[in-house]
C-alpha cells in the first residue's frame, strides 16, 4: 500500500521555497503526498504542480471564529485520506493540524519546526506562544528542527525526540541555483548596477523583527542622498516611501522575486539584521553567491557565520557599526580580505547542499514510523 503524507503550511509562497522541495523529493521515494495551505493565502501562490487543499488552520485573529470549523473539515480530510504522516509547519498553523490527527490517532505525527518565534517576543506575546510551542511539541511524535540551536531551546520544553537533519535548514539549498557559474545576468537584472555602483541588498519580510525598519533607517542616516550605492530590497512588496521620512530614489523595491541568485551575485553585502531567526536561507544564499554578509550577532546567525571568517557580525541595531563595516567591504584596498571571507562562505554553504540534505531527510521521515 502507497504511504501517503500531508504537509500543513500556512503560507502557499514560502511553502514553494521551504516545502515544495520536500515533496518532490517524497514523491521520488514513492510516498503520495498532499499539501494543505491555509485558504487565506490563496491568492499568494506561485504556479505549481503540487496537490493543494486549502483550509483556513492559522491562528490569527482572521481565523479566530472560524478555528472549529476548520478542525472539523481537517479532521475529515484526514479521515478521507488516511495519511501516513501528518507534516506541520511553523509554530502558530501546526496546534490544529496536530491537534486533529491526535484525534484521527492513524498517522505519525511530526512537527516540522521552522525557529523559536516566541524569542523575538515579550510579555504576554511571548507567553502565548511559548505556550503553543509546548502543546505542539507534547502532541507530536517526531519533531524536525531547522538548527541545533533551535533544537537546544525545544529541549527545554519536551523530552519528545528532536531530530536536526544534515547541519540543519528547512530543505537545503540548491547549488545549481544559487551558483555563480550557472547564473548568467539578464538585461533586467544588469540594469540594477551601473559601473561604479555599489549595491546592498536587504531579504526578509517588511517585519521589525527582520531588521526591515533598522535598514531603512541606516539608509536615511548615511546612504540616502548618496549616487552610487543602492539598496535592493527583495520580499517586501509594499510602499516603502511610508517608511520614510524623505523619498528615496537609491532604494529598489523588487518585491517578491525570483531573481534572488542574479541580485546577489551583483550585490556588494547583503544585510540581515535580524532580532529572531530560525535558520536564515538568505545568509546561506549569498554565501553560494559569493556574496560578504553583514548580520545581527544572535545565536541562531552566529551558528552560521564565524565573525571575520565567513562573515560579519555585529551585536544589536548600531547604525554606526553596520555603516563602518560596510566601508569596509566597500574599500577596494580591502578586496584580497573580502575575497577570502566569501571563499569560505562558500565553503559553509555547501555544506547544506539540498540533494544530500533530501536523502538525509526521507531516511528520516522513514526511521520515525520503523521506530513506532
Known sequence: MTKKIIHFHPNSVYS???????????????????????????GNQINSNVTRK??????????????PLSFIK???????????YIVSHNIRSSLLPLLAGKVYGGS???????????????????????????INCKIADHIISVSHH????????????????????????????????????NDEIKQLKNNNDFLITFI??????????????????????????????CGTDIDINKYLKTPATNIINMGNTNKIPEILSLSGCLLLPSLHEGLPYSILEAMAMECPVIANNIPSIASQITNKKNGYLIHGHNH???????????????????????????IEAKKFDRSK?????????KSILDDN
Request: proline share 2%; aromatic share 12%.
Open 16 to 42: 514553494e521555497y521551504f516545502v515544495k522541495p520536500l515533496i518532490e523529493s517524497e514523491e521520488k521515494f514513492g510516498y503520495e503526498v498532499m499539501l494543505v495551505n491555509s485558504l487565506n493565502s490563496k
Open 54 to 67: 486549502y483550509i483556513r488552520f492559522d491562528l490569527n485573529l482572521e481565523n479566530l471564529l472560524l478555528l
Open 74 to 84: 481537517v479532521l475529515m480530510l484526514l479521515k478521507k485520506i488516511k495519511p501516513t
Open 108 to 134: 505519525k505525527l511530526i512537527y516540522f519546526n521552522h525557529g523559536i518565534s516566541y524569542l523575538g517576543h515579550k510579555g504576554l506575546i511571548r507567553y502565548i506562544l511559548k505556550l503553543i510551542e509546548y
Open 150 to 185: 533551535a533544537k537546544q531551546e525545544l529541549l527545554k520544553l519536551t523530552k519528545t525526540k528532536i531530530s536536526v537533519i544534515k547541519n540543519g535548514s528547512a530543505c537545503g539549498i540548491d547549488l545549481k541555483i544559487f551558483s555563480k557559474k550557472n547564473n548568467p545576468l
Open 204 to 233: 526578509g519580510r517588511p517585519e521589525k523583527r527582520k531588521g526591515f525598519i533598522f535598514v531603512l533607517e541606516l539608509w536615511e542616516k548615511f546612504f540616502i542622498n548618496e549616487k552610487n550605492i543602492k539598496l535592493i530590497l
Open 320 to 346: 554606526e557599526a553596520y555603516f563602518k563595516q560596510i566601508n569596509f567591504i566597500k574599500n577596494e584596498s580591502n578586496t584580497k580580505i573580502i575575497k577570502k571571507i566569501t571563499d569560505n562562505g562558500l
Open 357 to 365: 540534505f533530501l536523502i538525509s531527510y526521507n531516511k528520516k521521515i
